[in-house]
Each structure stands twice: as structure tokens, then as C-alpha cells.
């Protein structure tokens, strides 16, 4: 019973100082983030462009068309901060991006948007989209609440 006690506290207490770490070391660029997502000569329009696909999901679309939008957007995105974030801030600012997105959108992206993301062509708006197995609207509706709930996190910077 003791030593369950002892292991846990170790556990929560070494929780806790990773994510006090990782919060430092985000606050600490977080300045410099807000600057490259919401400067119009950056990142803003592409932010813009994926809040709007984010809040204008509709029923009736076509899934795999919403699905690779909305991939092909976030992805954009996050090559501009990388590429920005890098010049502006840093490559320790740049490290750091890297390994939060990976930490906290690596799977879901992996999993939903890989057939658009490493496919050649496949976001450019002339190429007609890869077709995935049946889809449902469950999934498009979780990468695109998980996508505006990344976005609203860096807004508030």
C-alpha cells in the first residue's frame, strides 16, 4: 500500500515537472509565436483560412473533400510557423515547435491526414481528391474539432 503510494507520488510528481517544463519553455517563445501566426506578412491568412474551414463544416459535403481541405490547410499552416518561427524566433524556438506539435497533433494527423499530406499533389486545388475508405462524418467532425481547439489554444497567446 505504501510503496503504490510512493510510486505514484513519484509519477505525478515527475508529471508535474515535465509539464511545468514544457510550459516554460512555451511561454518563453510564446511572444514570438503570436507575432508569426497573426502578422499578415506571415502566417495570418493561412490562420484565417483554416478557422474558416473549422467553423464552416458542412453536413452535407463531401467527407473526403472536407478531410483534405481542412489537412491540407492545417498543414499549410504549420509549415508557415515552421518556416517563420525558425527566421523570427530561433532554431530553439523552432525545436521546440516541432516537438510540441508532434507531442500533441502527431497521431491524430498521422492517422487522418497522411494520404493528403505526403501525397504528391494531393492539396493542390487542381488534383482531384485521394479517395480513403468510407468515411464518416464522426471523423471529419474530430480532426476538425481537434484542429480549432489547436488553433483557439495559440489564438489566446
Known amino acids: ?22 510550459l516554460q519553455a512555451y511561454l518563453r517563445h510564446s511572444p514570438c509565436y503570436k ?5 499578415e ?6 490562420y484565417r483560412h483554416l ?5 464552416n463544416v458542412e453536413e452535407q459535403r463531401n467527407i473526403d473533400e472536407g478531410l483534405r481541405e481542412s489537412c491540407c490547410a492545417f498543414n499549410d499552416f504549420v509549415l508557415c510557423k515552421y518556416v517563420y518561427v525558425r527566421k523570427d524566433c530561433g532554431q530553439d524556438a523552432a525545436d521546440f515547435l516541432e516537438q510540441h506539435l508532434d507531442r500533441i497533433s502527431s497521431p ?16 493542390n486545388p487542381s488534383s482531384s ?29
Not at 506578412?41 to 493561412?46: N, T, V
Open 41 to 46: 506578412e506571415k502566417c495570418a491568412p493561412k
Open 1 to 22: 500500500m505504501l510503496r503504490n503510494l510512493i510510486t505514484d507520488f513519484i509519477a505525478f510528481s515527475s508529471m508535474t515537472y515535465i509539464f511545468c517544463s514544457v
Open 129 to 157: 481528391p485521394i479517395l480513403l475508405p468510407h468515411c464518416t462524418l464522426l471523423l471529419l467532425l474530430t480532426v476538425t474539432v481537434t484542429l480549432v481547439q489547436l488553433i483557439r489554444g495559440w489564438k489566446k497567446l
Open 108 to 123: 491524430l494527423i498521422h492517422e487522418h491526414c497522411a494520404h493528403y499530406t505526403y501525397a504528391t499533389d494531393s492539396c
Open 35 to 39: 507575432n508569426v501566426s497573426l502578422s
Open 51 to 55: 478557422i474558416h474551414l473549422s467553423e
